[in-house]
């Protein structure tokens, strides 16, 4: 029996045919056709105009601040619960960060939260430069609430859809709700190009310019000419071919994702104090990992106490991001609320949730929590 991850990269078999194309033409250069068609792809799948194909998700965040001309002496507000990549960018540029917490209901920002940190903020008369949006664990934000709080105060929204390509809020693919939307194609992702990124944006310009800024910022001279500090973070042709290939089964890897909560929810969810991440009603969630909560009074055992039950038996499952306003980088930074994403934190685990789940593996997750559940 080898180890069960908690999302693993899952090929189709489709980006081979890509990938020998892009060596048989010798498009082995950074940029290519390969590229061009991967964000021509992509934009269609979210709907989105336009679409710039990078090394990372967290070169598309850097990249989002940089266009919206964050610098030194801002705030950027951001969600608590995510992943660190979300605020990284926001140093990058100098910019100080501000988190904003959870709602219990989607685990996504507290728009209520929100709201009171940019009344105050205008207040004080120091409006943040941006907010930056997550949609945590392939489950959309409540854009909506969200967008009218900002557009009240004339933020601009970037959207974190690195966890939630392929999810909706009404009926709408996310990733569109901001100014500028970034996507991962990290290995973890539901889907992968092994490691890249992509920007999005209705503003033809924006994604122009984040092309011009990821490609050294040269200036149209026959030399070598630059007025503007550039960065190396284009996606390769290669990199591009496997994303190509991903894309055609974004749809079945959503149901399989989905059918791992089912299958999770349907065997577990008699276990006391045991719950599932709600799936918020205005959209629907692709479920990339699954997530639970254990109440160690009522469960018997707590969180770690299953990781650890699961890691014995070669099954890896890791805990709910630890929030931002807890991690000792960013400590010092103001932060709305916080008690929610505290508490998903302790008591929240990711089980294994890739595409290629095994029955046989998932009767293995099964039967470990069962045997940890002291109350059952
Ligand atoms: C994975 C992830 C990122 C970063 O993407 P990379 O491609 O790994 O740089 C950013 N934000 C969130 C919420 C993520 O989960």
């Known amino acids: 029996m080898g180890r069960v991850y908690l999302s693993p990269p899952h090929m189709s078999g489709a980006e081979t045919g890509f990938v020998q194309d892009a060596f048989a033409t010798n498009w082995i250069a950074p940029l290519g056709p390969h590229v061009d068609a991967f964000e021509r792809e992509f934009a269609a799948t979210v709907q989105v105009p336009h679409a710039a194909a990078l090394s990372s998700g967290t070169a598309a965040l850097h990249l989002a601040m940089m266009l919206l001309g964050v610098g030194p002496g801002d705030e950027v507000v951001c969600s608590s619960l995510t992943f660190s990549a979300s605020a990284n960018p926001i140093a990058y540029v100098g910019a100080t960060p501000v988190f904003v917490d959870a709602d219990p209901a989607t685990w996504n920002m507290d728009p209520a939260l929100l709201a009171a940190e940019l009344e105050e903020s205008a207040v004080r008369g120091r409006l943040p430069k941006a907010v930056v949006v997550v949609d945590i664990y392939g489950q959309s934000a409540d854009h909506g ?12 929204v970037i959207e974190d859809a690195a966890e939630a390509l392929g999810a909706t809020y009404e009926g709408m693919p996310v990733g569109r709700f901001g100014v500028l939307g970034a996507f991962s194609f990290n290995g ?14 209705a503003d033809e310009n924006l994604i122009a310019r984040a092309r011009f800024l990821a490609t050294q910022a040269r200036d149209s001279a026959p030399h070598y000419q630059h007025s503007t500090i550039g960065f190396n973070y284009r996606l390769s042709n290669v990199l591009a071919a496997i994303g190509r290939g991903q894309l055609t ?10 059918a791992n909560f089912d299958f999770y929810r349907r065997s577990l969810e008699d276990l006391p104090g045991l719950e599932f991440m709600p799936e918020a009603p205005y959209g629907r969630c692709t479920r990339w990992l699954t997530c639970i909560t254990i109440e160690p009074s009522r469960f018997g055992a707590s969180r770690e106490d299953v990781r650890l039950a699961l890691e014995t038996q070669d099954i890896e499952a890791r805990p709910v991001w630890k929030p931002m306003h807890l991690q000792p980088v960013f400590s010092g930074c103001r932060v709305r609320g916080g008690a929610v994403s505290e508490r998903l934190f302790r008591n929240g685990l990711c089980l294994p949730s890739g595409s290629s789940l095994t029955d046989g593996d998932r009767a293995r997750v099964i039967a470990t929590v069962r045997r940890v559940c002291r109350k059952a």
Do not use: F, H, Q
């Open 249 to 258: 089964v974004l749809g079945a890897r959503i149901e399989a994702r989905r």
């Open 188 to 201: 973890n992702k539901i889907i992968t190009t092994s490691g890249g990124g992509m920007l999005v944006s």
């Open 145 to 156: 609430a969200i967008g009218d709080v900002c557009a009240r105060y004339c933020v601009p």
